[in-house]
């Protein structure tokens, strides 16, 4: 008995593991759905829309 639930819980990792990597939207929007995946962070306070390039002298622009 014990060998079938360990064969059985290899199976389910593996399936996980080639969804996750066959179709790894799919499994972003699942996680998200589920609470497993970390909350997006705003860009609210960052100059140019969170752009790394942006002109931080005080004169505007970007890159």
Known sequence: ???V???LLIVCVAAIYW???LFP???GRLRT????APA??????KGCGGC???D?????GCH
Do not use: D
């Open 1 to 3: 008995m014990i060998e």
């Open 5 to 7: 639930a360990v064969a």
């Open 19 to 21: 969804y996750a990597r």
């Open 25 to 27: 939207q799919g499994w």
């Open 33 to 36: 759905a589920v609470g497993f």
């Open 40 to 45: 997006p962070q705003p860009t609210i306070g």
């Open 52 to 54: 790394t390039g942006c």
């Open 56 to 60: 931080r002298s005080g004169k505007g």
